[in-house]
């Protein structure tokens, strides 16, 4: 990393390598172009304006959890139609804006939200596509904070209540089925749960046809995850695995769509938070290198004890022969980002790298202890 573009910016703050970004686009056009894939980049990974034009610009859609993400993808260019709504409580408010923008799909995840939006839309007097997530029941394999597919989750209409679903969703005047969505949890690094979930799809588009009922597309949902501990080695995730997994396993009619929505194998990689170190403790048992960043611009260690790979930049090239434990300055035992870490001889005034935070990094920073937000450099 050249940490001379990083001079007289204030620290801490993320950077987020356009190039890199771009690549990952790239990759992901390359498996997917000329294909029934539709991409769908989950907003909620990352939400910087800039980083959502370079990946309108492309032409993906966006998947959105909030009236505010539907606002600022229409802001940042996704077109209206290619803008899809999940969420398991979305206000009226929300529901309105979404109508009112004319968004391709609302993804409903209740049987009580499927009267609630008939309502509203019967209100805007437009017709309104749906798709109803499903909770498959299957086990991600990943942490338990970010599994979502399992049936003790919140999310999704159970498997047994589905027909009665689809079944009201028909009855409604305003309301029109489009397809299935299901997402199944996030940093999801094997293939194996996306197989099944393309066994379960299979299984209900032929016992929904038999039925009569025929689906615009399927929606996979996002989760496939990056490289925390290799993020040199590995800056791009292995999209030609994943698609290819999801285009020959799910069994796809002619004209049938399938849409997926990434979020962190989109931006994740392309981001590291940029911290300055504050000072370094020496403890009697231990050595503490204090940053200027906190979980407050990073809570993924705090939150679900994710480690993200720390360097020293200042010193780059020299051997990591020292041991710390590398801190923030907030007032919580939890404001810590690695034990025992191995790294150069580090002092006061050096720039510390916290890798792979492009996906949620500054999406989910707050003030917490009265601190500034983040800043951002996108070069
Ligand atoms: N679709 C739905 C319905 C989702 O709930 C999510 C993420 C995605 C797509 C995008 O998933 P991705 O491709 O990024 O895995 N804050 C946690 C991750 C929470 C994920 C929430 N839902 C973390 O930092 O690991």
Known sequence: MNTRIFEGVKTPFYYYDKELLERTLDAIEACTAGTPMKVHYAIKANSEPEILRIISARGFGADCVSGNEIKA????????????????????????????????????ESIEEIDILSELAAKRGKKVTVALRVNPNIDAHT???????????????DMRVLDEGIKKVKESEYLDLGGLHFHIGSQITINEPFKILCER???????????????????????LGIDYDNPD???????????????????????????????????????????????????????????????????????????????????????????????????????????????????????????????????????????????????
């Open 73 to 108: 993808a229409i802001k940042c260019g996704f077109r209206p139609e290619n803008i899809y709504y999940a969420g398991v409580g979305k206000t009226d408010d929300e529901i309105l804006t979404g109508i009112d923008f004319g968004i391709g799909c609302f993804n409903i």
């Open 143 to 157: 942490h338990e904070y970010i599994t979502t597919g399992l049936k003790e989750n919140k999310f999704g209409i």
């Open 201 to 223: 799809i299979n299984d209900l588009k032929a016992k929904y046809r038999l039925e009569g009922i025929e689906f615009r597309f399927f929606n996979v949902g996002g989760g």
């Open 233 to 379: 080695e590995n800056p791009i995730p292995d999209f030609a695995s994943y698609f290819d997994t999801i285009l020959s396993d799910l069994h796809l009619d002619q004209g049938q769509e399938v849409h997926c929505e990434l979020g962190r194998a989109i931006v994740g990689q392309c981001g590291s938070l940029i911290s300055k170190v504050v000072l370094v403790k020496k403890g009697l048992e231990k050595s503490f290198v204090i940053i200027d960043a906190g979980m407050s611009d990073l809570i993924r260690p705090a939150l679900y004890g994710a480690h993200h790979k720390i360097e020293n930049i200042s010193e780059a090239g020299k051997a990591a022969d020292k041991v710390y434990d590398v801190v923030g300055p907030i007032c919580e035992s939890s404001d810590v980002f690695g034990k025992d870490e191995l790294l150069p001889d580090t002092k006061r005034g050096d720039l510390i790298a916290l890798r792979s935070a492009g996906a949620y990094g500054s999406a989910m920073s707050s003030g917490y202890n009265m601190r500034d937000l983040p800043g951002h450099l996108i070069r």
